[in-house]
């Protein structure tokens, strides 16, 4: 029970209880004066504006701010005992002065009362539990017969009828209670469950916003690797070149500076578009085959490679981010075939059978030692980038006898591994 919120979902279904039982007995005047027209009708004046004061007063209580931040869940007691008690003392002492006819008599009287009885019942099983709502079955039941047992004055026929409502009541409204409080309980843990769930769910969020951020990093360093790295290593062997050269033969010397400084421009340009956008630009250019093919043509104009180049024009099983991981791994081996492979040729091929695709980029260098292939940055980020997409790097390579790199993505076992 919320007892700093007036406006809580408990205390409007206490205000609902009081209305309901306002409109009953406004319901039960009607049927009492018009339709089963029941008189002399002054002497009914004082049961139903009893009746309607005690309604009344439960709805006054019911919108007492005050009262829940104060007594919290005491007010709803005193409305649950307030619904119940009140109205058997009334019904009771009020009888002797009801006019004969219908539902005036000892079963009409029982009758009047259970429909409040009753919101009564619902109130205890919906608030507490299955003990709670036993106690309050007989609790009344046990009022009830001991004001009519003072009432009846020794007659046996009037205790006996009494007694026999008593019981047929006690029943229904503890099979009722039974299953209200069963509802309940199942809906509270329902409630927990969902809670609990909710908890698990922000936490694995924040989990993975973490993991986001990490693989972003992870990104942006192999970004920056592919971009910044390999022209500031290419423009440290040129001027280690330059500086060799300089007195030796100057005019080399120049050529190799003048080189120097359009790799410079070329790193510069490449980093700015690496940290604009994180996206290789060629594949939004050219389109993923040819960008790969311009990445094999541009090796071989620089060192003058002899390639052999089988690329499809289209390639479907990739999706876009697919494409950039195989378009920065075919990248990353072009540069490491002709930075440390000394290779005269490099061959490059891609295709997909069913729901396999493959990437092979072979050479003929000098091949690649297995500490190498371990421990290398640039293979390191090569085995980061296939992880990413469920995809499997292999690289064989033996010494003197050149090197290759072959990707594999099987569209089959990616799908199951994300359903």
Not at 318 to 326: A, G, N, R
Request: proline share 3%; glycine share 6%; hydrophobic share 45%.
């Amino acid at each position: 029970m919320q007892n700093t919120k007036d406006t809580s979902e408990e205390v409007i279904i206490l205000r609902y209880a009081g209305w309901m039982w306002l409109a009953y007995i406004l319901a039960l005047t009607i049927v009492d004066l018009y339709i089963l027209r029941i008189s002399p009708r002054p002497r009914l004046f004082s049961y139903y504006i009893a009746n309607s004061a005690a309604a009344a007063l439960f709805i006054i209580l019911a919108y007492w701010k005050w009262g829940f931040r104060k007594l919290g869940r005491g007010v709803v007691v005193g409305l649950i005992l307030l619904i119940s008690v009140l109205p058997i003392v009334m019904n009771h002492f009020i009888v002797p002065r009801m006019p004969p006819g219908p539902m005036s008599n000892a079963e009409g009287m029982a009758l009047r009362l259970l429909p409040v009885l009753f919101i009564g019942l619902v109130l205890t099983a919906w608030q507490y539990r299955f003990a709670e709502t036993v106690l309050y079955t007989i609790g009344i039941a046990f009022l009830e017969m001991m004001i009519v047992f003072v009432l009846v004055k020794g007659r046996i026929q009037a205790l006996q009828l009494f007694a026999l409502i008593n019981l047929v009541r006690t029943a229904s409204f503890l099979a009722i209670g039974f299953f209200i409080t069963r509802m309940m309980a199942l809906i509270r843990q329902q409630q927990h469950n969902l809670r609990s769930t909710n908890a698990k769910l922000t936490q694995y969020t924040h989990v993975l916003e973490d993991l986001t951020v990490s693989r972003e990093r992870n990104r942006m360093a192999r970004e920056l690797h592919d971009t910044l790295a390999h022209s500031l290593t290419a423009l440290s062997v040129q001027l280690e070149t330059v500086k060799a050269y300089w007195t030796i033969d100057p005019e080399k010397a120049q050529q190799l500076l003048d080189r120097s400084l359009e790799i410079t421009r070329e790193g510069t340009e490449e980093t700015r578009r690496a940290l604009k956008s994180l996206r290789a630009s060629p594949l939004e250019d050219l389109g993923f085959g040819l960008a790969v093919k311009q990445l094999v043509f541009s090796a071989a104009d620089r060192t003058g490679l002899e390639t052999v180049v089988c690329i499809p024009d289209a390639i479907n099983l990739l999706s876009k981010d697919e494409q950039q991981v195989v378009y920065r791994i075919a990248q990353e081996a072009i540069e490491n075939v002709i930075k440390h492979a000394n290779a005269s040729q490099i061959a490059v091929s891609m295709d997909e059978e069913e729901n396999t695709f493959k990437l092979s980029i072979r050479d003929d260098g000098i091949g690649c030692e297995e500490e190498k292939k371990a421990d290398g940055f640039g293979i390191l980020g090569m085995r980061e980038r296939a992880n990413l997409i469920d995809g499997e790097l292999e690289i064989q390579s033996q010494k003197g006898e050149g090197c290759t790199v072959v990707f594999r993505l099987n569209r089959s076992n990616y799908e199951n591994t994300h359903l």
